[in-house]
């Protein structure tokens, strides 16, 4: 067992993806690639009826987030072994550069313009699968997150990044990648 572990950690080192955000996109609006340490995610700008002006998507195991078992140990199984995964959102009044809880994370984020129609459409698809899950959101202390059920699992071929990817993807990046991944980070807009 902890021969496997060594050889997906081995694995998980060697893939950073890179976003390349679209050149000149239609009715452009500010969004976020967020990172915190290897954890990967999305600020978009909060709907309109909303309070908030920010929301943040995440994806993980449901271990970690929904339960806290955030130790090493757990990450490495939690890649190891399938497991069902957690969706987070959080709202947020202040900018990025201004959101206190994202400073006492120690997060960075990277803007970059998206179209305000792809942003609109990732958010309610996003926010419809929140809903969708029907319980009461588990608050994760530490991120200000609160975390329901994901549809989709949580694996070693599809973990943060991965769902990171696909939501970018949605937002009309560019993101190539050749096999499993542990992060991403931004790159210069390109058509």
Same mark, same amino acid.
């Given at each position: ?48 009826? #909303? ?31 399938? #497991? #069902? ?75 943060? #990044? ?30």
């Amino acid at each position: 067992m902890l021969r496997t572990l060594l050889v997906i950690a081995g694995l998980c080192a060697s893939c950073v993806a890179t976003a390349y955000p679209p050149l000149a996109p239609v009715d452009a609006v500010t969004v976020y690639l967020l990172r915190q340490g290897e954890h990967t995610g999305v600020i978009l700008p909060a709907p309109p009826q #909303s309070d908030a002006a920010w929301v943040e998507y995440a994806f993980g195991d449901w271990g970690w987030y929904g339960e806290g078992r955030n130790s090493t140990a757990y990450g490495m199984y939690a890649l190891a072994v399938p #497991s #069902s995964a957690a969706l987070g959102r959080r709202y947020a009044t202040e900018a990025p550069e201004h959101d206190a809880v994202i400073a006492r994370r120690g997060a960075s984020f990277e803007a970059f313009q998206a179209e305000s129609a792809r942003v609109i459409e990732l958010r309610n698809e996003l926010d419809e699968e929140y809903e969708a899950a029907g319980v009461v959101p588990r608050e994760v202390a530490n991120s200000g997150l609160l975390v329901v059920p994901a549809r989709h699992s949580y694996t070693l071929n599809y973990n943060c #990044s991965d769902a990171t990817i696909v939501w970018l993807r949605r937002l009309g990046c560019s993101v190539p990648v050749g096999g499993i991944t542990r992060s991403v980070v931004l790159g210069p807009a390109r058509p």
